[in-house]
């Protein structure tokens, strides 16, 4: 008998809103037609923003947004993006498809979507093919309330008042498409670009995310923070206030990748396992930043995160573009348990991307916009935004075995919020199998307040012509005897219940 035990008596940290971050690059139609459409367009919009992708992502909370890439990030040169429209410079955006990139949406249409959205910034600075006094100046100019050539700059393209920027990426990627360093190069830059990342307001610093690794390259991690850490300077927060973790699954590795919606149960199992994988990096690379950073002051901040399939057949191999079926939800749900459970260390995750790119929340077509599985798990989760993690295990389960893979039957994590409320969010990872799960807590008995579900065919997603095919529904199939609650979980599901006591 599978049971979920949880010990109410026994919270483990906050966990970050921003572990439910977005992130959005100019690549494909993320920012272009997915976000921005011009103040000139037929399609809905305040200010050029797409009014139902505003709507959709303010349903979910949306906590912070990460921009403008990515690979973009690297090449973009910030000045080409402000003034007027007309004036401003075209670009070949050479990592994305080759395509012109006219910087129509620069740092004010970023800080204006901000403002919509009502989320954190953050803003990703360029190393790779940017000057020290090019980075100085973006934050000068978005920041500094003051005369000052910048700040008279931005007064002149009509914003009087500086923006905040809450999070500032000092590079992106950078050993890779940032430039192909090695760590010793990269954190030296580091050390020196941060310098003059200024804050200008104290009250309100801005946080410095140092770039870290690819997946399991524990040996950047320890470079970068050997090269970087000063033990004799105890202000090292402040000077890095987070190091970065990239993480993509390809279910058939980075040259095949799989298709988003043709695929077996042997992928399903390989993709879920794969993203099961995020506990190991998260725990490994926590270990190393343990050694520098017992107090865990500085955040692991997972800001790329998702699936990542072959482009839907038809389009355009350099846009990303991909479905999202029940197995992204799946991905999704495990994932964001994995980052609830790792929250005394991970403090913020940007899944990649947010509308049209890799595994979003939200695909639009013209003026059609879709919610995709993977949207509702994080509507789902979003009551353990800034929640107390509570402590829980289940126990009474197996794991099931396909090919080389072995995924447990059940995944699981508990927050309580300000309102006293618990959120229980638990994945069925089975493609075929049902499960029961018996809830039961260390301080006595709790009641549902509201639950709900996402489920469907393993290949189940939602299209342009039938955008309700998997949803959130309400999920009824619980029982409450002796205190104790028990969850019929069907196959291949995403189930959250909120519990009161009794
Ligand atoms: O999200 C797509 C790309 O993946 C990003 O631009 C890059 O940082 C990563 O390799």
Redesign the pocket.
Same mark, same amino acid.
């Given at each position: 008998m599978a049971k979920l035990h949880i010990n109410d008596d026994k919270a483990c940290g906050r966990i970050a809103p921003e572990i439910y971050g977005h992130?959005s =690059?100019h690549?494909g139609r993320c920012i272009y037609g997915g976000i921005y459409v011009g103040e000139d367009s037929d399609i809905p919009n305040v200010n050029g923003m797409r009014k139902d992708v505003v709507e959709a992502l303010k349903e979910i909370r949306i906590p912070v947004l990460r921009w403008p890439?990515?690979?973009?990030a690297d090449e973009y040169h910030w000045k080409d993006g402000i003034g007027p429209k007309n004036k401003r410079k075209k670009m070949i955006n050479t990592?994305w498809g080759g395509v012109v990139e006219d910087n129509s949406f620069g740092t004010h249409e970023f800080f204006e979507l901000v403002k919509q959205l009502g989320c954190k910034s953050y803003v990703n600075g360029n190393v790779g093919s940017g000057t020290v006094q090019e980075m100085s100046e973006w934050v000068e100019y978005i920041t500094f309330n003051g005369v000052s050539p910048m700040a008279d700059l931005r007064k002149e393209n009509g914003h009087e008042e500086p923006w905040k920027i809450d999070y500032f990426g000092v590079g992106? =990627?950078n050993w890779?498409?940032g430039g192909n360093m090695r760590p010793s190069y990269y954190a030296d830059l580091y050390r020196r670009y941060q310098t003059y990342v200024r804050n200008y307001d104290p009250k309100t610093p801005i946080m410095k995310i140092c770039g870290g690794p690819n997946i399991d390259d524990y040996h950047w991690t320890k470079t970068v923070l050997d090269t970087c850490y000063d033990h004799t300077k105890p202000e090292f927060h402040g000077f890095m206030d987070g190091l970065s973790l990239?993480y993509?699954v390809h279910p058939e590795g980075w040259d095949i990748k799989g298709s988003a919606t043709d695929f077996d149960e042997a992928a399903w199992y390989k993709t879920l396992g794969k993203a099961l994988f995020m506990d190991e990096l998260v725990t490994r690379h926590g270990k190393i930043m343990d050694q520098y950073d017992p107090e865990k002051k500085v955040g692991m901040i997972v800001d790329?995160w998702g699936t990542w399939y072959t482009v839907e057949p038809g389009t355009n191999p350099g846009f990303?573009y991909q479905q999202n079926t029940v197995r992204d939800a799946l991905v999704a749900g495990i994932t964001l348990n994995i980052f609830n459970k790792h929250c005394d260390r991970v403090k913020m995750a940007n899944l990649?991307?947010m509308v049209n790119?890799?595994q979003s929340v939200l695909l639009t077509e013209d003026a059609a916009m879709v919610k995709t599985p993977t949207y509702h798990v994080f509507h789902q989760y979003m009551y353990h935004q800034g929640a107390e993690l509570l402590d829980s295990a289940v126990t009474g389960i197996g794991e099931i075995e396909s090919g080389d893979w072995k995924v447990p039957e059940l995944t699981e994590s508990v927050s309580r919020g300000e309102d006293g409320i618990v959120t229980v969010t638990v994945n069925n990872l089975s493609v075929k199998d049902s499960k029961t799960l018996d809830i039961s807590f260390a301080s006595g008995a709790y009641e549902v307040v509201d639950a709900s579900i996402v489920t469907g065919d393993i290949h189940a997603h939602n299209t342009f012509d039938d955008p309700e095919t998997v949803k959130e529904e309400k999920f009824t199939a619980y029982k409450s005897a002796n205190g104790a609650i028990s969850a019929d979980l069907p196959a291949g599901s995403v189930t959250m219940l909120r519990l009161k006591k009794a």
């Amino acid at each position: 008998m599978a049971k979920l035990h949880i010990n109410d008596d026994k919270a483990c940290g906050r966990i970050a809103p921003e572990i439910y971050g977005h992130f959005s =690059e100019h690549l494909g139609r993320c920012i272009y037609g997915g976000i921005y459409v011009g103040e000139d367009s037929d399609i809905p919009n305040v200010n050029g923003m797409r009014k139902d992708v505003v709507e959709a992502l303010k349903e979910i909370r949306i906590p912070v947004l990460r921009w403008p890439g990515g690979c973009f990030a690297d090449e973009y040169h910030w000045k080409d993006g402000i003034g007027p429209k007309n004036k401003r410079k075209k670009m070949i955006n050479t990592h994305w498809g080759g395509v012109v990139e006219d910087n129509s949406f620069g740092t004010h249409e970023f800080f204006e979507l901000v403002k919509q959205l009502g989320c954190k910034s953050y803003v990703n600075g360029n190393v790779g093919s940017g000057t020290v006094q090019e980075m100085s100046e973006w934050v000068e100019y978005i920041t500094f309330n003051g005369v000052s050539p910048m700040a008279d700059l931005r007064k002149e393209n009509g914003h009087e008042e500086p923006w905040k920027i809450d999070y500032f990426g000092v590079g992106n =990627e950078n050993w890779g498409c940032g430039g192909n360093m090695r760590p010793s190069y990269y954190a030296d830059l580091y050390r020196r670009y941060q310098t003059y990342v200024r804050n200008y307001d104290p009250k309100t610093p801005i946080m410095k995310i140092c770039g870290g690794p690819n997946i399991d390259d524990y040996h950047w991690t320890k470079t970068v923070l050997d090269t970087c850490y000063d033990h004799t300077k105890p202000e090292f927060h402040g000077f890095m206030d987070g190091l970065s973790l990239h993480y993509y699954v390809h279910p058939e590795g980075w040259d095949i990748k799989g298709s988003a919606t043709d695929f077996d149960e042997a992928a399903w199992y390989k993709t879920l396992g794969k993203a099961l994988f995020m506990d190991e990096l998260v725990t490994r690379h926590g270990k190393i930043m343990d050694q520098y950073d017992p107090e865990k002051k500085v955040g692991m901040i997972v800001d790329e995160w998702g699936t990542w399939y072959t482009v839907e057949p038809g389009t355009n191999p350099g846009f990303l573009y991909q479905q999202n079926t029940v197995r992204d939800a799946l991905v999704a749900g495990i994932t964001l348990n994995i980052f609830n459970k790792h929250c005394d260390r991970v403090k913020m995750a940007n899944l990649a991307q947010m509308v049209n790119v890799l595994q979003s929340v939200l695909l639009t077509e013209d003026a059609a916009m879709v919610k995709t599985p993977t949207y509702h798990v994080f509507h789902q989760y979003m009551y353990h935004q800034g929640a107390e993690l509570l402590d829980s295990a289940v126990t009474g389960i197996g794991e099931i075995e396909s090919g080389d893979w072995k995924v447990p039957e059940l995944t699981e994590s508990v927050s309580r919020g300000e309102d006293g409320i618990v959120t229980v969010t638990v994945n069925n990872l089975s493609v075929k199998d049902s499960k029961t799960l018996d809830i039961s807590f260390a301080s006595g008995a709790y009641e549902v307040v509201d639950a709900s579900i996402v489920t469907g065919d393993i290949h189940a997603h939602n299209t342009f012509d039938d955008p309700e095919t998997v949803k959130e529904e309400k999920f009824t199939a619980y029982k409450s005897a002796n205190g104790a609650i028990s969850a019929d979980l069907p196959a291949g599901s995403v189930t959250m219940l909120r519990l009161k006591k009794a």
